[in-house]
């Protein structure tokens, strides 16, 4: 089982940038040869997918409403995902987990990211 921490969100104006981190640790997430993903729950709405990243970091999808403004990357030596998060929007506010790609291990705590107009 992995534990994930996700961290980086805060409160930003419209058009602004964040950069979140996930951090695993436990048995390390390399040896799974997982695919990763960031996804995030807005208040009132389920859960959705934001983005993915294969074990490689060689392939990544994202979800249309983020394309082209965000970006997934990984470290497999330092445990960590990230999510590069540009040209911010209101409708971007939600709180942010990562998981598997799977959404097979335990979930985070999340972090909140809150776009203002």
């Known amino acids: 089982q992995v534990q994930l921490v996700e961290s980086g969100g805060g409160l930003v104006q419209a058009g602004g940038s964040l950069r979140l981190s996930c951090a695993a640790s436990?048995?390390?997430?390399?040896?799974?040869?997982?695919?990763m993903g960031w996804f995030r729950q807005a208040p009132g709405k389920e859960r959705e997918f934001v983005a993915r990243?294969?074990?490689?970091?060689?392939?990544?999808d994202y979800a249309d409403s983020v394309k082209g403004r965000f970006t997934i990357s990984r470290d497999n030596t330092k445990n960590t995902v990230w999510l590069q998060m540009n040209s911010l929007k209101p409708d971007d506010t939600a709180v942010y987990y990562c998981?598997?790609?799977?959404?097979?291990?335990?979930w985070g705590p999340g972090t909140q990211v809150t776009v203002s107009s």
């Open positions: 436990g048995r390390a997430f390399s040896t799974y040869v997982m695919g």
């Open positions: 998981n598997t790609d799977s959404q097979n291990q335990p």
């Open positions: 990243i294969t074990w490689s970091g060689g392939r990544t």
